[in-house]
């Protein structure tokens, strides 16, 4: 494959995964203000709190597979017949893991009161342990089918959203919501067995090794759990320490968060096949080249967008959420910055620490976060509840950060020096000042909104332009030239 290809496939992939996360943020924006009024605070914190369980269930049925087989496809592209023999290894583990997981899904029902008062909903939540099993979304996103991910994607939520108007009316309807929210982010797994006869033989290929999987495998699934332990703990912690309705606010937060990230974090994902492959091939310099790229991209978006939601905060969950969610406005700013610690920690350890095969240091960084987040939530949650919780999980995200760093800081120092942090910094305090007396007092909510909007990111990008910020430049230019040609 030629150079000019790569590039293309490239801008290909992050223009079909750009769709990809657009498709799931247009889903939240336009489900989650309705769901909220209907559901309320309490509806919404039982559908948090069982979205939290089945995730750690989800976790043990997927154990590493996830991340371990995007990058084990990613290096065997060229291999039809070993590519197929390792995709059917890891599906079939994962179906075992699958039933195990029932299981003991199956016995939690039975044994723990508070969950078996709620059956049906955790049994619906449980769905996406078998979808995730079946769909193979690694080994889509291991040979790079974005495009094929988007369309699937586009259309189950797009379903799901009608769904939600439709059926959704009442404030008891939170169980149906949760099977709602399956098929939007689940139920394309039907859709990758019915597509991956063009990627693999679906036949069996026999001569199967499944040892070989077994160590990369408990070694992913031990990032997994540490990551889905910090990531979900302080939902969980909240809903056993406080209530329903302490969860409910969170979640709010939490959910405007969650949407952010998934466009701020989708550019590790997205470059994880390439640096493998990069990294696998000897090429070391475009392994860096697009390693110090994404991580200038995520510098200068993440901190935008948490400057922006920490500003507007308030206004932005009365549009999304409703009065009664005024309590989230708190822990919604206190829990923006992770969007900065996240979008690093996802470039350096999704993009350039795995493809190294270090994937030792993602563990240590992220059982580093799990122990803090604990603790710190085992501290604050009682006394400060859903703030609390955000407090603890920002501690945590910078704990990751830290450890990370550490690993990499000869290879990464030279480029943190000689980031313009001066001008990123004149950029976001022109943004927000000029943002923040632009407010009208008597327009609507929504115009108010958008002209916050307009006017913060519409400064940030313009000084930046002025300050010649380098990435910005290049991006306008080639932005430029592509308006020529048509």
Request: hydrophobic share 50%.
């Given at each position: ?252 937060a939490v959910k405007i968060k969650g949407v952010l990230v998934m466009a701020v974090a989708s550019v590790g994902t997205v470059l994880l096949p390439r640096a493998s492959y990069y990294y696998e091939k000897g090429k070391r310099g475009e392994f860096w080249n697009i390693g110090r790229t994404a991580l200038h991209a995520v510098l200068l978006s993440a901190s935008a967008l948490s400057v922006y939601f920490i500003l507007f905060a308030r206004p932005m969950l009365l549009l999304f959420s409703g009065t009664p969610f005024l309590p989230s406005v708190r822990p919604m700013q206190i829990i923006m910055p992770t969007l ?147």
């Amino acid at each position: 494959m030629n150079p000019l290809r790569k590039e293309t496939s490239i801008k290909t992939s992050f223009f079909m995964n750009g769709i990809l996360m657009a498709t799931s943020v247009l889903f939240s924006l336009l489900t989650f203000p309705y769901v909220s009024r209907i559901l309320g605070p309490a509806g919404m914190g039982k559908v948090g709190f069982a979205s939290s369980v089945a995730a750690y269930f989800n976790l043990f049925a997927q154990l590493g597979i996830p991340t371990y087989g995007i990058r084990i496809c990613a290096k065997l592209r060229d291999d039809k017949t070993e590519l197929s023999r390792v995709t059917q290894e890891l599906t079939i583990i994962n179906l075992l893991m699958g039933l195990l997981s029932y299981a003991c899904l199956a016995a939690a029902l039975l044994l723990i009161p508070r969950l078996r008062g709620e059956r049906s909903l955790y049994l619906i939540m449980s769905t996406s342990i078998a979808l995730n099993a079946i769909g193979m979304e690694w080994l889509y996103k291991g040979l790079e089918q974005y495009s094929f991910l988007a369309i699937r994607s586009a259309f189950f939520r797009f379903l799901a959203l009608l769904g939600i108007y439709a059926l959704v009316r009442r404030e008891d309807q939170y169980t149906l919501y949760g099977a709602l929210t399956v098929l939007a982010s689940s139920a394309g797994a039907i859709w990758n067995v019915i597509g991956a006869s063009r990627l693999i033989q679906l036949s069996p290929v026999g001569n199967y090794q499944y040892r070989r999987h077994v160590r990369p495998i408990l070694l992913f699934f031990a990032m997994s759990c540490a990551t889905v332990i910090y990531t979900n703990l302080d939902t969980l912690m909240l809903g056993v320490l406080r209530d329903d309705t302490a969860v409910g606010y969170y979640s709010a937060a939490v959910k405007i968060k969650g949407v952010l990230v998934m466009a701020v974090a989708s550019v590790g994902t997205v470059l994880l096949p390439r640096a493998s492959y990069y990294y696998e091939k000897g090429k070391r310099g475009e392994f860096w080249n697009i390693g110090r790229t994404a991580l200038h991209a995520v510098l200068l978006s993440a901190s935008a967008l948490s400057v922006y939601f920490i500003l507007f905060a308030r206004p932005m969950l009365l549009l999304f959420s409703g009065t009664p969610f005024l309590p989230s406005v708190r822990p919604m700013q206190i829990i923006m910055p992770t969007l900065f610690c996240i979008g690093l920690t996802n470039v350096m350890g999704v993009q350039i620490l795995i493809p190294q095969g270090r994937e030792h240091v993602v563990l240590r960084s992220e059982l580093c976060g799990a122990v803090t987040d604990f603790v710190l939530n085992l501290i604050l949650i009682p006394r400060f509840s859903a703030s609390g919780a955000a407090l603890g999980t920002s501690v945590a995200e910078l704990a990751v950060l830290l450890v990370q760093f550490h690993a990499l800081r000869r290879e990464l120092l030279p480029f943190f020096c000689r980031f313009s942090w001066w001008k990123l910094g004149t950029a976001l305090m022109l943004s927000g000042g000029l943002s923040l007396v632009a407010q009208p007092a008597d327009w609507p909510l929504p115009a108010s909104i958008a002209l916050s909007l307009v006017v913060f990111f519409g400064t940030c990008l313009f000084s930046l332009l002025l300050l010649r910020e380098s990435l910005i430049l290049e991006a306008t230019k080639k932005v430029v030239n592509f308006l020529n040609k048509i």
